[in-house]
């Protein structure tokens, strides 16, 4: 098959949604299947780490307002409009790859497959100063009452998980409660199975020592991961001999927030550290998972974070805020609040043998269902089920 992905970040980028393009055409070129990925470009990017059927097509693009985007518009429709191909996997609402190619989708006679990464422009977040973040939602409605107008320019779209809410899975609520089938469940996977064996040493090179609680943060320094509510949680369970670990991107404002607030700190107990990271080279985070006792996650906004299945895949338990799909996932306590929070930590430090249960019940269900292996193998298999079926002479509009 020819296959087009369209996304706005790609490897060598390192959020979620270039991992999960990245694993798609990496595993589909392996597979022998020609693959071209339209991105925006960067510099790190380079030729020479792609595969010979694995094409790299890059646009320029800047976000105006709503429906409008500057940059190398045209250049990207006339490329959608006429790119031969069997299917397209396009990345996300509410980003280029799909609403800058909205007016042309029916040019192409390719299978069209949506990827929603969860559904946001619904969503009021609030501000806390006039108009309190209302203005930017009544902006996005217009957004919102296109949905079907979109969904009849699409053959497909594959949601992460069955959940249906009014949060990040409002696309699919929407989908089920008008009746459209149009659409499958394919989760994401652990990208840390693929970890090499030899691994640093995580606790001896950052100074904790063996038998100290090593507590784990993996994501971007940022208000929506809300790395402040761990490090409160945390202070306030009073663990000692125990260490929490932030590694993030980069540092940013958010950071040196954390950084200050940390410096604040009074009564911490006996033992008790906190290390702020950033710019860690993959091969010690990959070792800071198998080094780590618990993973914590303190967003307040997911869809199905990958950072939680590659704990899962490590056997390592997680606690977590309720956002996304995180209830169903196995392996772990999900909380609602800071003081959840910090009961879960004081709770599972005390019981060396609870952690290793949900670890195992995280690392099976790695096993059975969230591992790339088996995802890339159900997108192959519906791509090749969309490709193979006759046209559908009518479609939902």
């Excluded at 991992?19 to 693959?35: I, P």
Aim: glycine share 6%.
């Amino acid at each position: 098959m020819k296959i087009l992905i369209s996304t706005f970040t790609f490897h060598p980028e390192g959020n979620g949604v270039a991992e999960v393009a990245a694993v798609q055409a990496f595993g589909l070129a392996r597979q022998g299947h020609e693959v071209t990925v339209v991105c925006a470009p960067i510099q790190e990017r380079k030729p020479a780490d792609y595969p010979p059927n694995l094409k790299i097509v890059e646009y320029r693009f800047s976000r105006e307002g709503e429906f409008t985007f500057s940059g190398q518009v045209k250049e990207y429709q006339d490329f959608i409009a006429t790119f031969p191909c069997d299917a397209m996997l396009i990345h996300c609402w509410q980003a280029w790859p799909l609403d800058a190619a909205f007016p042309v989708l029916e040019r192409n006679p390719a299978k069209k497959i949506l990827v929603s990464h969860g559904y946001t422009a619904h969503l009021w977040e609030p501000r806390a100063s006039f108009p309190w973040g209302l203005g930017g939602w009544l902006r996005w409605q217009p957004y919102v009452w296109s949905f079907f107008r979109f969904l009849s320019k699409l053959d497909h779209v594959v949601f992460l998980s069955a959940r249906k809410d009014f949060g990040r899975f409002f696309d699919h609520t929407l989908m089920r409660l008008f009746g459209d089938s149009r659409w499958t469940v394919i989760p994401n996977g652990a990208s840390i199975r693929s970890a090499p064996a030899d691994l640093p040493d995580f606790r001896k090179q950052l100074g904790i020592a063996p038998d100290a609680l090593l507590l784990l943060s993996v994501a971007n320094y940022s208000r929506r991961k809300n790395q402040l509510a761990a490090l409160r949680a945390f202070a306030k369970s009073g663990l000692e001999n125990a260490v929490l670990v932030f590694i993030g991107s980069e540092c940013n404002e958010y950071t040196r927030e954390l950084q200050k607030t940390l410096a604040g700190m009074q009564g911490m107990a006996k033992g008790q550290r906190v290390l702020i990271l950033d710019h860690v080279a993959k091969d010690l985070i990959f070792a800071a998972y198998r080094s780590a006792d618990l993973f914590v996650l303190s967003a307040e906004a997911e869809t199905q974070p990958l950072v939680l299945l590659d704990a899962m895949a490590c056997g390592l338990p997680f606690i977590s805020t309720d956002t996304g799909c995180i209830a169903e996932l196995p392996g772990g306590i999900v909380v609602s609040s800071e003081k959840e929070m910090t009961a879960a930590m004081r709770k599972l430090a005390e019981d060396p043998q609870g952690r290793k249960e949900l670890g195992r019940q995280g690392a099976e269900a790695v096993d059975s269902t969230y591992n790339w292996d088996r995802v890339l193998a159900r997108y192959e298999t519906l791509l090749e089920t969309l490709v193979s079926a006759q046209p559908t002479s009518t479609r939902p509009r």
